[in-house]
């Protein structure tokens, strides 16, 4: 079964409903033993990270999601839910975030004509080959609302890049452990795409045990 997690915060509706289109079904859960048996994970999220943090540690969900990552199942951060994979975020005067991938999460900058939030549709320059983004055109638009990019501390877990005042990482992937700054829920085609290529490696999983 491939999981979506609940924590208050995120389109998750809109996500299941996507993989539905596509033929696969999802779990909207908040029960982190649920978690911990799904085949594949997704983290999505929209808000504050400082809430998204203090919700997933008040339902016990960090924990799973660690082990989750830590299992090798598939996983899948989308937006808020990328930014949570990372130590640490500059928002709301710094917070500790799960520490599953290094590196920080940093807001955009502003200026030349430029406007934070980052809402729309925007470019993506693919910068090597992942699963998760593989049949993708060369440089597909998707889209994207943040406020803030995340800056990894390992350059080799960027996927792809998008431009906006600078080149931010825009999907990130380390073994089975994806994140993607855009919501591919409403990214038409492409994000289908991206959320079939996720939907498929999780259906190679089996319900587990932690």
């Known amino acids: ?13 809109s996500v ?12 909207i859960t908040d029960d982190p033993e ?12 929209v808000g504050a990270y400082a809430d998204a943090m203090a919700a997933l540690r008040s339902r016990g969900l960090d924990g799973a ?30 917070v500790e975030g799960l520490g599953i991938l290094p590196g920080r999460v940093r807001r955009l900058p502003e200026g030349s004509g430029l406007k934070v939030p980052h809402m729309g549709w925007n470019r993506l320059d693919l910068t090597r080959p992942t699963a998760l983004l593989h049949g993708l055109p060369p ?9 803030y990019y995340v800056d990894p501390a390992e350059a080799a877990v960027i996927a792809a890049t998008s431009p906006y005042g600078l080149p931010f990482a825009a ?20 994000g289908l795409r991206i959320l079939s290529n996720f939907a498929r490696l999780a259906a190679g999983g089996e319900e587990r045990t932690a």
């Not at 440089?139 to 406020?147: A, D, I, K, L, Q």
């Open 1 to 13: 079964m491939l999981a979506i997690v609940d924590y208050g915060m995120g389109n998750l509706h």
């Open 16 to 27: 299941a409903k996507a993989l539905r289109r596509l033929g696969f079904d999802s779990l």
């Open 34 to 45: 649920q978690v911990l048996r799904a085949g594949a994970v997704i983290l999505p999220g």
């Open 65 to 94: 999601l660690r082990q989750t990552v830590a299992s090798g199942r598939p996983f899948l951060g989308i937006c808020l839910g990328l930014q949570l994979l990372f130590d640490y975020s500059e928002e709301n005067g710094g």
């Open 139 to 147: 440089e597909p638009y998707v889209y994207f609302v943040h406020s």
């Open 171 to 190: 999907a990130v992937s380390r073994g089975h452990c994806h994140g993607l700054q855009f919501h591919p829920e409403k990214s038409s085609d492409t």
